[in-house]
């Protein structure tokens, strides 16, 4: 592939704008006629999001009072209009099946994204404007078993309505954080200092390449979200102490791959999140329940679910340790899963795959579900 068509980062690539609050708030009034009356930048590894407040008492249109999110997309993602196309029509489309999600806006081109150059190189960007979800992401809060049931069943629901899309430009378009890029994880080892660590994360991609690359062949494709990621779960109070899931955030990772890839993050990220009173390796039971209610996957998927739980897991710990080393001014959003990570990959990658099926066959039956692991 010549590096015009490359979609994957490379080592050293810097690929995230450069673009402070003033200057997003000048563009949204110039791409979409917005007066923004506050701007605050959220997380992202490599590209610029922001929560645009406006004001809503001038115009005729009707304005959102919660705001806007502006996205402007890294440099090596921008290249690609036609997958960006293919993510908008992709997010309209789980909207009308029922997913709650960010939706596009057009801007005054009436179009539901630009090109931009914005700073003094020679790179574009693409930016587009979201509609704002109230809510709550994942991060931070008590996990329990019904709520990350509740969250596996709808991420079922979204995989369900997604066997009804099909665009050919997410066919070719792999992301680093895809997880059929495992294998390249070895470019990116130079990041960690400790040779332990990098031979755990070796070993993870050897076992991957072994069980899951020589059968991609026998596993169920279509068109998944790619990053159901705390981050990109929202959530909403349904009682003083609990939360029920509201929907999905950021298509960004969207393409066409491997069905138990979708399930595998999910679950990789209730692992990460468990409390200290929880097993974790139970409490992801409990949203494999959830999506296996409404999306059933043969035992051919199902027998690869925990080496791609562990291949999220080492993706996570390499690419946060490499952006850190890179963007030193991100590290708290980039490492936040560094200690609890190494620490999970080490205990999970020590325990059978008889052991682990066991346990979520357990969970299974309690919702009266029966599958093969095996």
Same mark, same amino acid.
């Given at each position: ?47 610029? /999001? ?29 290249? !690609? ?6 993510? /908008? ?12 999600? &960010? ?6 081109? /009436? ?117 159901? &990621? ?30 138990? !890839?979708?399930?595998?993050? @999910? ?34 998927? @199902? ?72």
């Amino acid at each position: 592939m010549s590096d015009k068509n490359r979609t994957v980062l490379n080592p050293g690539e810097k690929v995230q704008p450069e673009l402070n609050n003033k200057e997003a708030s000048r563009l949204v009034q110039r791409l979409y006629g917005l007066s923004a009356i506050k701007v605050e930048e959220l997380n992202s590894y490599d590209d610029k /999001n922001f929560h645009i407040h406006v004001d809503t008492t001038s115009g005729d249109i009707k304005l959102s009072e919660e705001g806007y999110v502006l996205k402007i997309l890294n440099s090596l993602d921008s290249r !690609f209009s036609e997958a960006i196309d293919a993510q /908008n029509h992709l997010i309209l489309h789980v909207a009308k099946h029922g997913i709650r999600t &960010s939706c596009p806006v057009p801007n005054l081109c /009436n179009k539901l994204w630009s090109l931009e150059q914005l700073d003094s190189s020679d790179s574009k960007y693409i930016v587009r404007l979201f509609t704002f979800i109230p809510g709550r992401v994942f991060v931070g809060i008590r996990y329990t078993a019904s709520l990350v049931h509740s969250v596996g069943k709808l991420a079922g629901k979204l995989d369900a309505a997604c066997l009804e899309f099909y665009d050919t430009a997410f066919t070719d378009h792999k992301r680093i954080w895809s997880l059929t890029e495992v294998p390249k994880l070895t470019k990116f080892l130079t990041c960690l200092k400790e040779e332990k660590k990098r031979q755990s994360v070796l070993s993870v991609i050897k076992q991957f390449n072994d069980s899951v690359v020589s059968n991609y062949s026998k596993l169920k494709t279509g068109v998944i979200h790619g990053d159901l &990621s705390d981050h990109n779960i929202l959530i909403t109070p349904s009682s003083p102490d609990d939360y029920e899931v509201a929907g999905f955030l950021d298509f960004g990772d969207a393409t066409i791959a491997y069905y138990v !890839f979708e399930i595998a993050i @999910l679950m990789c990220y209730v692992l990460l999140g468990a409390g200290e009173q929880d097993d974790p390796v139970e409490l992801a039971g409990h949203a494999l329940a959830g999506y296996l209610s409404e999306f059933p996957l043969p035992a051919m998927d @199902l027998s690869v679910l925990k080496i791609c739980i562990s291949a999220r897991l080492v993706q996570s710990l390499v690419m946060g340790a490499y952006t850190a080393s890179v963007q030193p001014g991100n590290t708290d959003y980039v490492l936040n899963t560094q200690n609890k990570g190494w620490v999970l990959l080490h205990e999970f990658c020590a325990k059978s795959d008889s052991e682990v099926f066991d346990s979520w066959e357990r969970i299974l039956h309690e919702y009266g579900l029966k599958f093969d692991f095996k």
